[in-house]
């Protein structure tokens, strides 16, 4: 009912309702008949005068033996003779009528000689017609809602380029280009759009290329700045210069790796996720990384092979250099939009600040800047594992564990088995 085609639909139907009953209630109203106690009286007086006819003289009146048959009409029947016995005519009077177009009749008896049968005009309806009028509504909601909700669904089906604009949003966050059509007002939305999407992609590449470039860029002076500190005679303080310009050189490449990651259109493939996890996981262990594999499921995802193995690959590098031990599971989960393939990575260490967690997948942040004499890294791993990720249509969650350390958990989609098969083979 949130749905503008809902309110639009509803608001026609109500509005159509509304004036059809109001104009029927006004009708019925005015070309209603006079109420059955109007009608009651003159057909009381005609059965007075009738009996003091037939007191005087029978002669003249066709009498029968019995009274007539057919379907008795029990409210018309009370009403007459209650108002016979308010001026003191006690008379078992019926009112019926023997089929549906056969006019209505009156028997009277008439004492010791028989039954008069007094054809009579149709009577006034014997209840109100607020039954009738509510059928009468009920039958015209039905007729109009169908045709308010047709009616709303063309009305709101152009503006349906809205939402479809924003579910089509790919991981790279840019607006895929929308025909501009329809209704003028729609058309102008479009273009509105399509300008929005076209400088975003741009400021996007620019921001790109500004990035690139300053990684790029750094490197020569990096470069001159290792030669120059060859020949600082004092050991410690060359030991610190050549430790600084690591750190600078780490920070260039993974810069100009972020913008590869946010610019590369691999094409997936399906993957085997629990071989792909023990593959990188036993590498990690011939470098010397605490990185043990607890448990897999098998599963199968759709992903760019490279890039989700460097995105694990960090992910786990990050848990047992920080954490000191990484354990890694692969589990098969049931996900808001189906099974998901969970990649569950948990370490050892100190965890994160709550306050702080929000800010983990910021470019170049680190929990503690004082780790990076440490620690290598330039605080990119885990945006550039999120990126990969959630360009393979999955996300990353990251929380402390309740004993400590960190829990790291991708979630992809999965693919079904024969899908994976036949991919296999092909």
């Given at each position: 009912?949130?749905?503008?085609?809902?309110?639009?639909?509803?608001?026609?139907?109500?509005?159509?309702?509304?004036?059809?009953?109001?104009?029927?209630?006004?009708?019925?109203?005015?070309?209603?008949?006079?109420?059955?106690?109007?009608?009651?009286?003159?057909?009381?007086?005609?059965?007075?005068?009738?009996?003091?006819?037939?007191?005087?003289?029978?002669?003249?009146?066709?009498?029968?033996?019995?009274?007539?048959?057919?379907?008795?009409?029990?409210?018309?029947?009370?009403?007459?003779?209650?108002?016979?016995?308010?001026?003191?005519?006690?008379?078992?009077?019926?009112?019926?009528?023997?089929?549906?177009?056969?006019?209505?009749?009156?028997?009277?008896?008439?004492?010791?000689?028989?039954?008069?049968l007094l054809p009579i005009?149709?009577?006034?309806?014997?209840?109100?017609?607020?039954?009738?009028?509510?059928?009468?509504?009920?039958?015209?909601?039905?007729?109009?809602?169908?045709?308010?909700?047709?009616?709303?669904?063309?009305?709101?089906?152009?503006?349906?380029?809205?939402?479809?604009?924003?579910?089509?949003?790919?991981?790279?966050?840019?607006?895929?280009?929308?025909?501009?059509?329809?209704?003028?007002?729609?058309?102008?939305?479009?273009?509105?759009?399509?300008?929005?999407?076209?400088?975003?992609?741009?400021?996007?590449?620019?921001?790109?290329?500004?990035?690139?470039?300053?990684?790029?860029?750094?490197?020569?002076?990096?470069?001159?700045?290792?030669?120059?500190?060859?020949?600082?005679?004092?050991?410690?303080?060359?030991?610190?210069?050549?430790?600084?310009?690591?750190?600078?050189?780490?920070?260039?490449?993974?810069?100009?790796?972020?913008?590869?990651?946010?610019?590369?259109?691999t094409s997936p493939e399906?993957?085997?996720?629990?071989?792909?996890?023990?593959?990188?996981?036993?590498?990690?262990?011939?470098?010397?990384?605490?990185?043990?594999?607890?448990?897999?499921?098998?599963?199968?995802?759709?992903?760019?092979?490279?890039?989700?193995?460097?995105?694990?690959?960090?992910?786990?590098?990050?848990?047992?250099?920080?954490?000191?031990?990484?354990?890694?599971?692969?589990?098969?989960?049931?996900?808001?939009?189906?099974?998901?393939?969970?990649?569950i990575i948990e370490d050892?260490?100190?965890?994160?600040?709550?306050?702080?967690?929000?800010?983990?997948?910021?470019?170049?942040?680190?929990?503690?800047?004082?780790?990076?004499?440490?620690?290598?890294?330039?605080?990119?791993?885990?945006?550039?594992?999120?990126?990969?990720?959630?360009?393979?249509?999955?996300?990353?969650?990251?929380?402390?564990?309740?004993?400590?350390?960190?829990?790291?958990?991708?979630?992809?989609?999965?693919?079904?088995?024969?899908?994976?098969?036949?991919?296999?083979?092909?």
């Open positions: 009912m949130n749905t503008l085609r809902a309110k639009i639909a509803l608001l026609l139907v109500v509005a159509i309702v509304s004036v059809v009953g109001i104009l029927t209630w006004v009708m019925i109203a005015m070309l209603a008949p006079p109420p059955p106690q109007r009608t009651t009286e003159p057909l009381a007086d005609q059965v007075e005068m009738f009996l003091r006819v037939a007191k005087q003289d029978t002669s003249a009146l066709t009498l029968v033996r019995e009274p007539s048959g057919g379907d008795l009409r029990e409210n018309a029947t009370a009403r007459l003779r209650t108002e016979l016995a308010e001026r003191g005519v006690d008379l078992p009077v019926t009112i019926s009528r023997k089929d549906w177009n056969a006019p209505l009749v009156v028997s009277i008896p008439i004492a010791g000689k028989g039954w008069l005009a149709d009577l006034p309806p014997q209840r109100k017609p607020w039954y009738g009028l509510l059928k009468w509504l009920a039958l015209i909601t039905v007729g109009v809602s169908a045709i308010a909700i047709f009616a709303a669904h063309r009305m709101v089906q152009p503006l349906m380029l809205l939402e479809n604009a924003v579910e089509s949003v790919g991981p790279d966050a840019i607006l895929p280009l929308l025909p501009e059509k329809g209704p003028a007002e729609v058309r102008a939305t479009a273009r509105a759009l399509n300008s929005l999407s076209s400088r975003l992609r741009s400021a996007i590449e620019s921001r790109m290329r500004l990035l690139a470039a300053a990684g790029h860029d750094l490197r020569t002076p990096i470069t001159r700045m290792r030669l120059r500190a060859e020949f600082v005679e004092d050991e410690e303080e060359r030991r610190l210069w050549l430790t600084d310009l690591d750190e600078l050189e780490r920070i260039a490449d993974s810069a100009i790796l972020l913008v590869r990651e946010e610019s590369g259109k399906t993957l085997r996720l629990d071989t792909l996890v023990t593959g990188i996981a036993g590498e990690l262990k011939d470098q010397n990384l605490d990185v043990t594999v607890t448990g897999t499921q098998t599963v199968s995802v759709r992903a760019g092979k490279l890039a989700l193995s460097r995105a694990l690959r960090n992910l786990m590098i990050n848990a047992a250099t920080h954490g000191r031990q990484a354990t890694v599971s692969v589990a098969d989960a049931d996900g808001a939009d189906g099974a998901v393939a969970q990649v050892e260490g100190p965890g994160i600040p709550p306050e702080l967690l929000y800010r983990v997948f910021e470019p170049f942040f680190r929990v503690d800047p004082g780790r990076r004499q440490n620690i290598a890294g330039a605080g990119l791993g885990l945006t550039i594992a999120r990126e990969i990720v959630q360009r393979a249509s999955g996300d990353i969650r990251i929380s402390n564990r309740d004993r400590g350390g960190l829990k790291q958990v991708v979630e992809l989609a999965q693919v079904e088995e024969q899908a994976a098969v036949k991919d296999a083979a092909e």
